[in-house]
């Protein structure tokens, strides 16, 4: 069965610490369910989701289980509408027990989020 909330189509380390992605987001996705109604645009959190999708694909790589200890400086700044295609941008550093990642979220050449995600292991 595929999971309806998954969006991440594939993910290409560009260097030891990056990675970028995409996603492809379906203009029937259960992510549009209720948002709103006559003029649909993709919720934040499906964003974060989207991101955290590629972090566990870094973490599976490296064997490892993780969870989300924080998010910082999220920001949103441009809608994501049915039927558009993302790229996902993450640098990773590991400071201090945690693993940063820095992220960005473009439609085309249009940043529509982006901000810090630290994970932990479990």
């Given at each position: 069965m595929t999971d309806r909330w998954n969006l991440l189509q594939d993910v290409e380390?560009?260097?030891?610490?990056?990675?970028?992605?995409?996603a492809d987001v379906p203009e029937d996705s259960i992510w549009f369910t209720g948002?709103?109604?006559?003029?649909?645009?993709l919720p934040g959190i499906a964003l974060i989701h989207a991101v955290y999708e590629a972090?566990?694909?870094?973490?599976?790589?490296?064997?490892?289980?993780i969870q989300i200890s924080s998010l910082k400086r999220v920001r949103f700044t441009g809608p994501v509408l049915p039927g558009e295609k993302l790229a996902l941008s993450l640098a990773r550093e590991d400071l201090n027990g945690e693993t940063l990642f820095h992220f960005k979220v473009a439609v085309g050449d249009n940043i529509v989020c982006s901000g810090l995600m630290a994970v932990t292991k479990r």
């Open positions: 380390w560009i260097v030891p610490s990056g990675l970028e992605a995409r948002h709103f109604p006559g003029e649909p645009i972090v566990l694909k870094d973490a599976g790589s490296r064997g490892e289980s």
